[in-house]
C-alpha cells in the first residue's frame, strides 16, 4: 500500500488515518480531452483513495477555470486552502500537476500558505513529484514551467482562432453572453448571431423611450411595467452601451443585422455621459427625490430621514428653503410612505384625466393652412422671378408685384402647432396590473417606476397632492 508516494508513507509512519481533499479542475477548452473531464479525474481519483485506505475529507471542483488564474480566481482552490489552514485536510491528491497549477508563481505562493498548514500534496500520476523532497524541487520547477509555457501558448492559438471566426462572424462564446435582442442560431461548429424578432419591438421601444426622455430609471420603470419584466439597471447599462445596436461586435462591422445606425447609438451615449448620476445605497433610496415641488417657493422638497423608536427609519420630504435657509414658510414635512399610498389609490385617476386633458387639447387645436398658404406664396414669387429674368415683364410690374406677395407673406403665422404628444406609455400603466407589479419591485425599481412617466408634482398645505400640478412625461 502507498507505493511511491513517499507523502503517504510519512504518514503511515505516524500510524494515523489520512484525510485527503480531492482536487479537480477543468478549463472550458479541455472538456472533451480524454482523461480530464471532472468526471474521469474524480473517478481516479476515488479509485486511488480506495486502493491506499484513504479517507475523502471533500472535493473541490473548479470547472471551466484556467491553471494560470490567481488562486483568488478559483473559487474551490481558494476555499481548499483555507479548509487547509482549519486543520481539516492532511493531503491534497491531483490527477497531475497541470490539473493543480500552470504559473511557477502562483504554485509557489499556495505551496507556502499549505506548507505552514503542515498540508503537502501528491500527483497520482506523477509519484516522484513530492513538495517536502528538496531533490524533487527541481523537477517541479520544470513540470510547472511546461505546463505555464503550453498555457500561453494555447491561449494564443484560442485567441488567434477566436479572432478569426469572429471575423467571419461566427459566434465563439455562450448564447448567454448576449443580451435579449439576439439570439444564437446555426451549427454548433458555425453558429452565428441573429435578431431575436421576438423582442424587437421591445428593443425599439426602450430606445425611442430613453432618447425621449434621457432617464435611465424612467426608461427602467416604464419597461419593467409594460413588459412585465423585472430588468436591473447593470442590464439596462450594458444594453444601452451594446455596439451590437448598430451591428458591430468586437470591432467587426456589419456582424448582425442592426436595430439602429452608428450616428443614433452614439447620440445615445452621448446622453448617457451628460446623465451620468451616483444612485443612493440600496437600504436608502428615496422614492421621489427630484419629483416634489413646494407649494410656497418652488423648489424641489428633499429627502429626509429619521429612526422611528430606534427600530427602522422613516423617509420624509422637506423644503431646505424653510428647514436649512429659513427663507420659504412651508415648513412642514411628509413622510414617503403618505406620498407612494396617494399616488397608487389615485393613479387611474390622475392618468385618466391627463389622458382626456391631452386628448381634448388635440381636438380643438386648430389646423395651421397658413403654412400652405405660404407655399403657394413662395411659388408665386419665384414664378415672378423667372418671368423677369426671361424679360416678359418690365422692371416696374415686377416690383409692384413682388412687393404685394411679400407683404401677404409676412402677415402669415406659419408657425407650426406644437407636435401631437405620444400617451400611449401613460394608457399601457392603466392596461397593466400596475398595482400586483409593483409590490414585486424593489425599491430601487419602484423609483424608476414613478419616474418612467411623472416628471414633478406639488404638496399642498395639507400634504395632499395638487392633480393639477401633476406633470407628466
Not at 502507498?2 to 504518514?11: A, C, D, F, I, V
Not at 420659504?328 to 389622458?355: A, G, H, M, Y
Amino acid at each position: 500500500m502507498y507505493g511511491s508516494y513517499k507523502q503517504l508513507l510519512r504518514y503511515q509512519e505516524r500510524n494515523r488515518v489520512i484525510r485527503i481533499a480531492k482536487y479537480v479542475r477543468c478549463s472550458s477548452d479541455e472538456q472533451k480531452k480524454n482523461g480530464y473531464t471532472i468526471g474521469d479525474q474524480l473517478d481516479l481519483i476515488d479509485e486511488f483513495a480506495t486502493e491506499n485506505e484513504l479517507v475523502s475529507v471533500g472535493e473541490y471542483v473548479d470547472e471551466g477555470v484556467s491553471a494560470t488564474l490567481e488562486i483568488s480566481k478559483r473559487k474551490a482552490l481558494a476555499q481548499m486552502i483555507e479548509d487547509a489552514k482549519a486543520g481539516k485536510i492532511d493531503v491534497i491528491v491531483i490527477k497531475c500537476i497541470d490539473r493543480f497549477f500552470r504559473s511557477v508563481e502562483e504554485y509557489y505562493a499556495a505551496q507556502k500558505q499549505l506548507r505552514a498548514a503542515g498540508v503537502t500534496w501528491l500527483s497520482i500520476e506523477e509519484p516522484d513529484l513530492d513538495p517536502e523532497d528538496p531533490d524533487a524541487a527541481f523537477k517541479i520547477n520544470i513540470y510547472l514551467t511546461m505546463a505555464e509555457y503550453e498555457a500561453k501558448k494555447t491561449s494564443k492559438r484560442i485567441k488567434f482562432n477566436n479572432k478569426m471566426r469572429i471575423k467571419n462572424k461566427q459566434v465563439v462564446t455562450g448564447a448567454n453572453s448576449f443580451l435579449f435582442p439576439w439570439t444564437v442560431t446555426g451549427e454548433k461548429k458555425n453558429r452565428y448571431l441573429i435578431k431575436d424578432k421576438k423582442n424587437e419591438e421591445m428593443t425599439l421601444d426602450i430606445l425611442d423611450f430613453y432618447e425621449t426622455h434621457q432617464s435611465k430609471a424612467a426608461t427602467l420603470g416604464y419597461i419593467n411595467i409594460k413588459y412585465g419584466k423585472r430588468m436591473t439597471m447593470a442590464t439596462l447599462d450594458r444594453f444601452l452601451t451594446d455596439t451590437l445596436l448598430y451591428g458591430e461586435y468586437k470591432g467587426v462591422a456589419n456582424y448582425v443585422e442592426p436595430f439602429i445606425t452608428k450616428e443614433r447609438f452614439d447620440r445615445i451615449q452621448d446622453i448617457m455621459k451628460r446623465n451620468a448620476r451616483a444612485y443612493s445605497a440600496p437600504n436608502r433610496v428615496f422614492l421621489f427625490s427630484g419629483l416634489i415641488k413646494c407649494p410656497c417657493c418652488g423648489n424641489n422638497l428633499t429627502g429626509n430621514f429619521s429612526k422611528s423608536g430606534g427600530k427602522y427609519e422613516v423617509l420624509s420630504y422637506r423644503c431646505n428653503a424653510s428647514r436649512i435657509r429659513k427663507i420659504c414658510p412651508f415648513n412642514k414635512s411628509i413622510s414617503e410612505r403618505k406620498i407612494e399610498k396617494q399616488l397608487l389609490d389615485n393613479l387611474e385617476q390622475f392618468i385618466t384625466n391627463e389622458v382626456i386633458r391631452v386628448e381634448t387639447i388635440e381636438e380643438i387645436q386648430p389646423k395651421n393652412n397658413n403654412a400652405i398658404k405660404a407655399e403657394q406664396i413662395k411659388i408665386e414669387i419665384e414664378r415672378l422671378n423667372m418671368m423677369f429674368r426671361k424679360g416678359r415683364i418690365e422692371e416696374e410690374e415686377y416690383d409692384t408685384e413682388y412687393f404685394k406677395l411679400e407683404k401677404k407673406l409676412k402677415k402669415l403665422d406659419t408657425t407650426e402647432p406644437p407636435p401631437k404628444r405620444n400617451i400611449d406609455a401613460l394608457k399601457g400603466v392603466l392596461e397593466t396590473d400596475y398595482r400586483g407589479i409593483y409590490a414585486k419591485l424593489t425599491k430601487e425599481n419602484k423609483k424608476a417606476f414613478w419616474r418612467s412617466f411623472i416628471k414633478e408634482f406639488v404638496i399642498d398645505e395639507n400634504k395632499k397632492i395638487v392633480p393639477e400640478s401633476i406633470i407628466f412625461f
